[in-house]
């Protein structure tokens, strides 16, 4: 672990030069780890991991699923705490937020590991490793929530792989964020047990779920979970009180039947209610996805316009720079209000988080 | 026996048939898996190597059975129809195999279904094809009463067969028909050629073979006539392309084309990947790869695009006022065609407009061509993953890129990158082809990204554009794209996230990729292993470390073990030279034909002509010896003199390599005669040996009527070594230690086989 010294050494620095200190220092095989949460011991040496829908019975010398928690004599260890594989300053449009602290910068972390197998995965490099397999930075959550801040960050986001892997570090960095004023927001694949995320809802600020599709085949083939927990954790945490906006990676031939996607933001209009908003994203052949065309910009906006009918208030496109589906409009008058290009807010025309024409409250938190 | 003895003349023709159906079922069978696979050249040696190893474990079965003379060559007519008919099925299998497998269409695969569908799909044509080669020889020595010869000859009858059916299935049969068309063409061949070696068989024993015989081909006929091919072809592309509206499927020289349609969308993939979409393309992509340098340049009037310009890059170049010519050079005009035959608004708008010069062919020919000079260089090609591919990427590429710039030109490239994090297989890649660009250009700016792109020139102005300065021409140009805007060239060049990748790169250790020393591609190949199979990631970290001490002790070790082995049987000498033999025609052959792509890619369609040299080679100098064995008194001293032969040739070659190393020779028809008349050389001393090792490996194991039996073993043991070398040379290699080094690889083995020929004792 990182000296006394070596800690508030960090914290004269600002993120950059952070990274510059901390860079590399752990190798494969030697990621610090501290005891899980959400465990039970069992017989034989084994443990029941509590975390997530999955619940992996770990015999000791294992990791589980995830391959970021480790049974070591017993005892479940979170591999990868205080050790993040990725630090970056993002816009926080990127994860995608579009109602939510728009035009802020967000202090982003993942640490590696991932609870679902998805053969389309962005960033397959870490997600589908073990933080014992990937070079990590060094960086308690104090550090964290200081590097923030001093970046004038509003919020730290825990993204790019699953965050519910690297539960341990995320509640112990949000409650620090949250000490230091800075806010808590997650990109998540929603695989979560209501327990964990119910401790977690209580420092978590916003909440992007991908909702990656809307039948328990697409999620069994395709990404090896189950859709039925994503949608109660999205119950939870619209409960709970959480912003929640939904990405649906559009895939061809595998979940662009506009009856399911109609089927969707209708459960969605009435779960989480109208002004939840959901994002369609175009695909592109990656990770083991390769030997499939990219999404017809047609069916994004046949998916739009269906989600619109269904009742939803903001439904944009995403993966297609210039298109009108990248924009906020008011939902009562129409008005452009927030014009976008990829990750960049070229217009922000909001008063106090209302419509400048028709006075309309538009959701989210914008400041 | 009623048959002629002595005459074997009606054997000719079906020999002729046999070795074209080799060649003609491994080529349509590598393109289908190729599809499949969407290939490297780790995936080429495997599905080679299948082949191979089916075909040696055909020959190895077929010398202990030996039974094709007696029945009459009914043995070998019924293997001959077995073969025609297990053809298209394997091509079916082929298209089918993700859904047997139980993977979706729409996934790459892994080595270990590499490995399951290449068995999968090879086997049967594989296994019966060399079995079918022994039977031939146990046939001619029947009918012309040589058993000493009968291999060598067959061996030269079916080499001339693979040298006709390679010219015909390169040039007429895959760009003309379909592969089910070819596989019934090669089918009806075979039946007709059984019917010829049936029509001389002893009466008594013609009914069988004769009557199924003439049975398939007409079954072949008549469901060739009633479009049972297309149905095939149909029925089959249904369940390789699953719920997908391919409008268009066709083999060009280069490359599988296929077009799929949906909602008004186009994707032309080839070899199974995607790489062109129209009317929308990924508009991120092709906005930041255009608009980057020429935003950077302070007037770009003319740019050359080498590869990937229709469908979005040009229609972005042409947005910038001060562009006055664009040359787009484009290796496969098929390609182009397909895109023309769907034509959507940007395409056309593209392709027809006045500024835009096509230019059909090879882009390193074109650069040592042109006497234009130009403003922006775009190199749009994929990262290489074979051979053919690399050369676009080496030292000696982009010095040929920087002497067609004009002063203050610049040159970009796309390479995979993160925004996330980096592994030290991608770190490597963009290491790699950071140091190559560096040895041409001194002064280079990565833009960081998921794709990161590199911008280099020789004006140092390149390395300090800012947001500022490029979004100030965004605004004098007039243009307005839709990804990039002030906010969005401030993110992309944002000083943290270049100022990482900096760190990240500077403490990677890569080398530079050249011509002879693609370690580019190597680096490639390791990261892409790591998508589909991770568990490959130990292998090619070790591989990536080999120098030539480490690969030469290793070697040394083999040659040992074979020492010991071969004083405790005596039987395993001969073989064990053979496959060496086998290993060494194979890694001659790679480097031949990757060192003429090197300098001649442009001629792809020659690599017929390379096959049919060193075919040929092969040919001649199994005729040469068969033709004298009965004058060779001493066979042990002749094999001595091949293996020293051999291992000169290896030296020489080390030589050659070197001084083409040196110079840029490309282009030169002295160079262009060399090749060929290496390949000849190459394969003529390679297949001098087969025939006298199959005569001497009787006198080595002791067993007097070996020379029949033999047969099979020695042909195995030569497939065996050269499956070794297909999948060993491509792969690491040739990458890892470049030419020349491969060469005294070689060099030494063949000395220690010598040295083993020298003094093993005989039975």
């Not at chain 2, 025609?84 to 790459?108: D, V």
């Not at chain 2, 409008?247 to 993939?269: D, H, K, L, M, P």
């Not at chain 2, 040895?439 to 700016?445: E, K, Q, T, Y």
């Not at chain 2, 040299?613 to 001293?637: E, H």
Request: proline share 5%; glycine share 8%.
């Amino acid at each position: 672990m990182l000296g006394r010294r070596d800690f508030l050494k960090l914290l004269l620095f600002s993120s950059l030069a952070m990274k510059a200190e901390a860079a590399e220092i752990f190798r494969k095989g030697n990621a610090p780890s501290r005891e899980a949460l959400y465990y039970r011991k069992l017989e034989s040496g084994r443990v029941a991991c509590l975390l997530c829908p999955r619940g992996c019975t770990i015999a000791a010398g294992s990791t589980g699923f995830c391959r970021a928690r480790k049974n070591i004599g017993g005892t479940l260890y979170a591999l990868g705490y205080a050790a993040p594989c990725a630090i970056h300053l993002d816009p926080i449009e990127k994860k995608p937020f579009f109602h939510f602290l728009p035009k802020s910068r967000a202090y982003s972390i993942a640490s590696a590991g991932c609870n679902l197998r998805c053969k389309f995965c962005q960033n397959w490099e870490i997600s589908q490793s073990s933080p014992l397999d990937t070079f990590n930075y060094t960086a308690p959550p104090e550090s964290i929530a200081h590097a923030a801040a001093r970046q004038g960050c509003k919020s730290i986001a825990y993204t790019y792989t699953e965050p519910t892997n690297y539960f341990e570090f995320m509640l112990d960095t949000a409650k620090t964020g949250r000490d230091e004023g800075i806010l808590n927001v997650y990109h998540s694949n929603g695989f979560i047990n209501r327990e964990p995320l119910k401790e977690l809802c209580r420092f978590l600020d916003a909440a992007n779920i991908d909702l990656k599709g809307f039948t328990p085949a697409f999620y069994r083939e395709v990404c090896e979970g189950e859709l039925e927990p994503v949608l109660e954790t999205l119950k939870s945490l619209k409960r709970e009180g959480v912003w929640v906006e939904i990405t649906n990676l559009v895939i061809p031939g595998k979940n662009d039947d506009l009856t399911v996607i109609r089927r969707m933001a209708e459960w969605v209009r009435a779960n989480l209610g109208p002004e939840t908003p959901l994002h369609f994203s175009r695909f592109f052949p990656l990770y083991r996805m390769t030997h499939i065309p990219p999404t017809p910009v047609e069916t994004l906006e046949k998916a739009r316009s269906s989600a619109r009918q269904a009742g939803l208030k903001y439904v944009y496109v995403g993966n297609v720079p210039g298109n009108a589906g990248e924009n906020t409009y008011c939902p009562k008058c129409a008005r452009l209000l927030v014009r976008r290009s990829g990750f960049s807010v070229l217009e922000l025309q909001l008063k106090e988080g209302r419509c400048p024409s028709c006075g309309t409250r538009i959701h989210g938190r914008w400041t | 026996m009623s048959e002629k003895a002595g005459s074997y003349s009606n054997l000719i023709l079906p020999l002729l048939v046999l070795g074209a159906s080799g060649i003609v079922a491994q080529t349509v069978l590598l393109r289908e898996l190729l599809i499949l696979f969407a290939g490297n050249e780790l995936s080429l040696g495997i599905i080679i190597g299948a082949w191979v190893a089916c075909e040696a474990l055909g020959s190895l079965s077929a010398g202990r059975g030996l039974r094709f003379a007696r029945s009459g060559g009914r043995t070998f007519v019924l293997a001959s129809l077995l073969f025609s008919l297990l053809f298209p099925l394997a091509i079916y299998l082929a298209r089918i195999y993700k859904e047997l497998a139980g993977i979706p269409a729409e996934l790459g695969v892994g080595f270990g279904h590499l490995f399951a569908a290449s068995f999968l799909v090879m086997t049967s044509v594989g296994f019966l094809h060399g079995f079918l080669f022994i039977g031939a020889c146990s046939l001619l020595a029947e009918r012309s009463g040589a058993a000493a010869t009968a291999a060598g000859r067959v061996y030269f009858w079916e080499t001339a067969g693979t040298v006709i059916g390679g010219i015909a299935v390169s040039y007429l049969l895959i760009p003309y028909l379909n592969s089910f068309q070819t596989a019934l063409l090669m089918a009806l061949a075979n039946g007709f050629a059984s019917l010829l070696l049936v029509s001389t068989s002893a009466k008594g024993k013609r009914l069988l073979p004769g009557g199924a015989a003439i049975l398939f081909s007409l079954a072949v006929l008549v469901f060739l006539a009633r479009g049972g091919a297309e149905w095939l072809q149909r029925v089959s592309l249904a369940g390789e392309w699953k719920g997908k509206e391919v409008v268009a499927y066709r083999n060009s020289f280069y490359q599988n084309i296929a077009v799929v349609r949906n909602e008004g969308q186009y994707t032309f993939f080839t070899d199974g990947v995607p790489l062109v979409t129209t009317p929308v393309p990924d508009i991120a992509y092709v906005e930041e790869f255009v608009h980057f340098p020429l935003l950077a340049h302070p007037a770009p009037a003319s740019v050359l695009v080498l590869g990937g310009g229709a469908g979005g890059v040009i229609a972005e170049i042409l947005r910038h006022p001060t562009v006055r010519r664009i040359d787009y050079v484009e290796s496969d005009p098929a390609l182009l065609q397909a895109i023309r035959d769907f034509p959507t608004q940007l395409t056309t708008a593209e392709l027809a407009n006045p500024l835009v010069h096509l230019h059909y062919g090879d882009p390193r020919l074109y650069l040592r061509r042109t006497a234009l000079r130009y403003d922006i260089v775009l190199l749009n090609l994929p990262l290489p993953q074979t051979m053919q591919a690399n050369r676009h990427f080496t030292s000696q590429c982009f010095a040929a890129i920087r002497g067609v710039m004009n002063k203050g030109g610049i040159f970009a490239m796309p390479v995979t990158g993160s925004l996330t994090y980096y592994t030290p297989q991608l770190k490597a890649v963009n290491a790699s082809c950071l140091a190559t660009i560096a040895a041409a250009f001194p002064h280079r700016l990565v833009v960081p990204g998921d794709t990161n792109l590199l911008l280099a020139s020789a004006d140092p102005r390149v390395a300090a554009v800012t947001p500022q300065l490029l979004a100030a021409r965004l605004n004098d140009r007039k243009i307005a794209p839709r990804l990039i805007t002030p906010e969005h060239l401030a993110l992309r060049l944002d000083g943290e996230k270049m100022e990482w990748l900096g760190r990240i790169l500077q403490g990677a250790r890569a080398e530079v990729n050249r011509d002879f020393s693609p370690m580019g591609l190597y680096y490639n190949m390791a990261h892409r292993t790591l998508l589909f199979s991770p568990q490959l990631k130990g292998m090619f970290q070790l591989a990536g470390g080999i120098t030539l001490p480490a690969a030469v002790t290793a070697l040394l070790a083999l040659l040992l073990l074979a020492f010991l082995l071969a004083a405790r049987y005596p039987a395993v000498t001969v073989p064990a030279v053979i496959s060496a033999t086998g290993f060494s025609a194979m890694i001659f052959e790679l480097l031949l034909f990757f060192g003429f792509q090197l300098l001649y890619g442009h001629v792809f369609q020659l690599v017929g002509v390379l096959t049919c040299a060193f075919m040929g080679g092969i040919a001649t100098g199994s005729l040469a010896v068969t033709a004298s064995m009965a004058k060779i008194r001493n066979d042990r001293r002749l094999l001595l003199l091949m293996e020293c032969a051999i291992f000169l040739f290896a030296v020489f070659l080390a030589v050659v390599f070197k001084l083409f190393a040196a110079g840029d020779s490309a282009g030169s028809p002295a160079v262009y005669a060399s090749f060929i008349l290496l390949l000849i050389a190459a394969g003529f001393l390679t297949g001098m040996e087969f025939p006298l090792a199959v005569r001497l490996s009787a006198r080595f194991s002791g067993d007097a009527f070996a020379a029949e039996r033999s047969s099979g073993l020695i042909y195995g043991a030569d497939l065996a070594g050269g499956f070794v070398g297909g999948l060993l040379g491509g792969t690491f290699l040739i990458p890892v230690l470049g030419f020349t080094s491969c060469c005294i690889l070689v060099a030494v083995l063949k000395g220690g086989t010598l040295l083993l020929a020298v003094f093993a004792r005989e039975a």
